[in-house]
């Protein structure tokens, strides 16, 4: 097979491959230029990962936060609890109250009820001796 001169003219020579070659370089190396500033290193992922580290840490609840916030919820509780103890206490000591009264007036009104019975016994007798007087007369 033979090469016709326009197909000779078509084949590649040294100087052609030399330049591509060059050519071939400077895009590989633009290449790996762009994948440096696109693709993270590991530092550039360690620095990142530090940074969500102690966003997290500020984020998130420690054991002390914890622990801190069950003694200001207990003491928050007792304040409470103590206020309705005082209530409570209050409340107790207005019904004590009212039952030393109660037991008073009961008193009292049994008093009054055994007088008002002797009463009517001796104004029944009086009575009686009444009627007999004005019947023997």
């Not at 040294?14 to 071939?24: C, G, H, I, M, V």
């Not at 007036?105 to 049994?110: K, T």
């Amino acid at each position: 097979m033979e090469l016709t001169s326009k197909q000779f003219n078509k084949l590649a020579t040294k100087k052609d491959l030399k330049k591509l070659t060059q050519e071939s370089k400077s895009d590989l190396k633009k290449l790996e230029d762009n994948m440096d500033k696109k693709f993270a290193t590991k530092s550039d992922l360690k620095k990142e990962l530090d940074k969500f580290a102690i966003r997290a840490f500020n984020t998130f609840a420690s054991k002390d936060d914890l622990k801190e916030l069950r003694q200001d919820i207990v003491e928050e509780v007792g304040k409470k609890i103590d206020r309705v103890l005082t209530a409570v206490d209050s409340i107790v000591g207005t019904h004590q109250e009212i039952g030393a009264e109660r037991a008073a007036n009961i008193g009292a009104h049994d008093r009054i009820e055994e007088e008002i019975t002797k009463t009517n016994k001796r104004v029944t007798i009086v009575e009686k001796k009444l009627e007999e007087v004005h019947a023997s007369a």
